[in-house]
């Protein structure tokens, strides 16, 4: 178990992977470029790197837990194994769960399995939700203008520290925000 660490909370559709609408087919997921060696950068950092990802697909009937391990499986293997938790949730947004962001159950989750410090942490995504959950936790937020992002950067009602391209951009201005005693 890890101690104190910090983390880099990533959205995984429209942050890590492309957007797919419900993704739950390995064979469809596609990683953005640079996005393995951005987490390998962080990684190298000192951070955890932890998925948590709204999947309402399943609520919906439209694929099960099983297939969405099978993504997450696969995105694993090609991250050659740089992804130490990964948290989502089921349920539908109109379930009222304390799990699907901008709910922090996630977070809590994580931070309590992994012993994350989450005042040295950040969340990256491309929504308003996942910089709103970053708020929340108090965390660093950044969010990235792909997937949905460039929807939505205009309605943002909180400010992330970092608008980014793309992930690689992001971990590059994550890094420079770093201080020097998180790096292993």
């Not at 660490?5 to 609408?21: I, Q």
């Not at 951005?38 to 009937?61: D, M």
Request: charged letters at 25%; aromatic letters at 6%.
């Amino acid at each position: 178990m890890y101690m104190n660490k910090p983390a880099v909370f990533l959205d995984r559709d429209g942050t890590v992977v492309e957007e797919v609408n419900y993704l739950h087919r390995p064979e469809e997921m596609r990683l953005f470029p640079g996005t393995a060696e951005a987490l390998k950068s962080l990684k190298n950092a000192g951070y955890l790197l932890v998925i948590v990802t709204n999947q309402s697909g399943i609520g919906r009937g439209i694929y099960t837990e099983a297939d969405m391990r099978g993504v997450h499986d696969a995105l694993q293997a090609e991250l050659e194994g740089l992804i130490d938790g990964f948290y989502y949730c089921p349920h539908l947004p109109c379930d009222g769960c304390s799990c699907r962001k901008p709910g922090l159950q996630m977070i809590r989750d994580a931070e309590r399995d992994l012993g994350i410090n989450l005042a040295e942490s950040w969340i990256v995504g491309d929504k308003k939700i996942d910089v709103e959950t970053g708020h929340a936790a108090n965390m660093n937020t950044a969010l990235v203008l792909t997937g949905y992002g460039r929807l939505h950067k205009d309605t943002l009602e909180q400010h992330p520290e970092i608008i980014a391209d793309d992930l690689r951009q992001a971990a590059a201005e994550i890094l420079k925000l770093t201080p020097a005693e998180i790096v292993v």
